[in-house]
Every structure is written in structure tokens, then in C-alpha cells.
């Protein structure tokens, strides 16, 4: 019997935030024994064609707390999102809570800021960040405790976080009917991704988890949460028992079938900065288009 490291007979309080412009679900988790809760992979707007950010997702986040009277201690990454913008530090400066993310941000920023030719003012050693997890770490959101699983695959730096009988995966899994995350981005591995979507799947079976995006496939309506047990018997790239073989091999030819996301030259350059957008050398916010570096 697998033994972890946090009471996972605790019930947060999951609030899902949906965002239509980029498919990603936002989370309030709410610790049931006290006003303290954590945020999950939130989101800034952006009308990349303007050039235009606005923060309509992020302030119906803290509206929410601030109505429940919450106090906010975490502002978690699951990982270094490729398909929306983190409002982290905009959140943090109106709520307070500190933001986290995975200790292997510091590969990403290592890759990514080679391909954004980021000059020596851009740390690699993801100080932007106010904490870097590490697998097992364990963390308080007020008197319920939390814990990091390593899970690399869709990217050096992915982390499910598990609260109680909630587990929030990021990108590693979708629903059942949705499958797997891509894991050709640079640093992405298709076999890494089969052995960390088997590491949670060895959590309880009626263990919550909670995805970061949903495309409602064939047409149903988003959904954002599922069971371990649901995902082992009917997820259709992974569940039933399908070999790790045969995850690769079907994983590597669909990655070579997608598009590259429509954000992912902007977020990826905001979100190695936990959210902050660079700035030029007069101090003006201000993205860079790598051409062909992706």
C-alpha cells in the first residue's frame, strides 16, 4: 500500500472557473476546516492580435474570495502553461499567497529563454517564483496539507498537486473521453508522460481529479472532474490497460498531426516569469516573435 504524505480523507472545497477563450478551468480550493484556500493555474486575459491584456478571468477569482471572506495562501503552477497566460502576480498583489511551481522551471527557463535569445538580466533559477516544489513536498493551505507529485512529460516541470481527495493534474491528463496531453513540446516525453499518468493513477481510486483544460470532445459539455478509477477503466489513450509501447507510439504520431497552441509565444515567455510580461530596455512590456525557434 502506496503511503502518502498528506490526510487524503480531507474534503476541500473545489470552486471551477472556466475560461471559454482558452479552454483552461481555474480552481479556488478551499480548506474545509478553516477560511484559507489556494488557486489554481489561473488566467490573463489577452487579445494577442491588440496586443491587448486585461484581467476579467483573474477578478472574477478574487471577487470570489474576497465574498467568502477567504484568505488566499497559495497561488500554484501545475506547470509552465503553453496555451494561456498566469495572472500569479496579479492576483498575489491584490489577495496576498505565494506562488509556486515546480523545481524543474529552471530547465524551462533554460530552454526558452535560449529561444527567445533572453539576455543575462532573465534568472534561470526560478527566483521569480516564491516557492519551487520538489516531488513529495508537502505545503499548508491553512490547516489542510497539500502535496507535489512529479509527473514530467508534457513538460520538464509539470506537478499534479494533491489536496485531501483532490488531485489537480495540469496538462497530464484530460477527461476520459479526451485522452492525454501532447509531449512535444521541447523537453516533452512521451514515455516520461505514460510513467507519471501511471504514478497518478496509483492514487485512491476514488480519489477526485480535476483537470486544467477541456475541449469537450464530439461535441458534450465541458467537464473538469473525474475519478482515478474512471480514468484507469475508460481513459481512451491510457485506460484498459494499454502498454506503454503502445502509448508512445500513438502519442509520438498524433503529436506530429497538432498545430502549435495559439498562445504559446506569449505564455510561455509571461509564464517563465510567474506571470510577469518582460519588459524592453525603456521598461515597456513588450513580447518577442522567435521566427522559426519553435
Known amino acids: 500500500m502506496t503511503q502518502y504524505p498528506v490526510n487524503m480523507n480531507v474534503k476541500p472545497d473545489v470552486s ?29 486575459d489577452i487579445d494577442y492580435a491588440a496586443g491587448r491584456i486585461t484581467y476579467d478571468h483573474a477578478d472574477a477569482l478574487i471577487a470570489e474570495v474576497q465574498r467568502r471572506g477567504l484568505t ?12 494561456h497566460l498566469s495572472a500569479a502576480p496579479y492576483i498575489q498583489q491584490k489577495l496576498g499567497g505565494k506562488i509556486g511551481v515546480g523545481e524543474k522551471i529552471m530547465v524551462v527557463q533554460e530552454t526558452f529563454g535560449k529561444i527567445f535569445n533572453e539576455g543575462t538580466e532573465f534568472q534561470r533559477d526560478g ?6 516544489f520538489k516531488d513529495g513536498d508537502t505545503y499548508a493551505v491553512g490547516k489542510m496539507q497539500g502535496f507535489a507529485m512529479y509527473t514530467p512529460g508534457h513538460t520538464p ?26 509531449a512535444d513540446f521541447p523537453g516533452g516525453d512521451a514515455g516520461q508522460l505514460y510513467d507519471s499518468i501511471q504514478k497518478v493513477l496509483s492514487l485512491p481510486d476514488d480519489m477526485r481529479l480535476f483537470m486544467c483544460h477541456d475541449y469537450g470532445p464530439n461535441g458534450r459539455e465541458i467537464q473538469w472532474e473525474t475519478t482515478v ?11 484498459g490497460g494499454k502498454t ?20 504559446i509565444i506569449p505564455s510561455l515567455q509571461v509564464n517563465m516569469r510567474a506571470g510577469e ?9 513588450m513580447l518577442k516573435v522567435p521566427v522559426n525557434g519553435l
Open 16 to 44: 471551477a472557473h472556466f475560461d471559454p477563450a482558452t479552454n483552461t478551468i481555474s480552481y479556488i480550493v478551499k480548506d474545509p476546516d478553516s477560511d484559507h484556500c489556494a488557486i489554481i493555474d489561473s488566467v490573463m
Open 72 to 83: 488566499l495562501d497559495w497561488i500554484i503552477e501545475t506547470h509552465v502553461h503553453a496555451d
Open 127 to 132: 527566483s521569480q517564483f516564491d516557492a519551487l
Open 157 to 182: 516541470a509539470c506537478m499534479v498537486h494533491v489536496m485531501g481527495d483532490a488531485a489537480f493534474v495540469g496538462d497530464t491528463l484530460f477527461m476520459p473521453d479526451g485522452g492525454s496531453a501532447r
Open 229 to 239: 478509477a474512471e480514468e484507469k477503466a475508460h481513459n481512451i489513450h491510457v485506460g
Open 244 to 263: 506503454r509501447e503502445d502509448f508512445i507510439k500513438f502519442r509520438t504520431e498524433r503529436d506530429a498531426q497538432l498545430d502549435m497552441p495559439k498562445l
Open 277 to 285: 510580461v518582460p519588459k524592453d530596455k525603456d521598461g515597456r512590456p
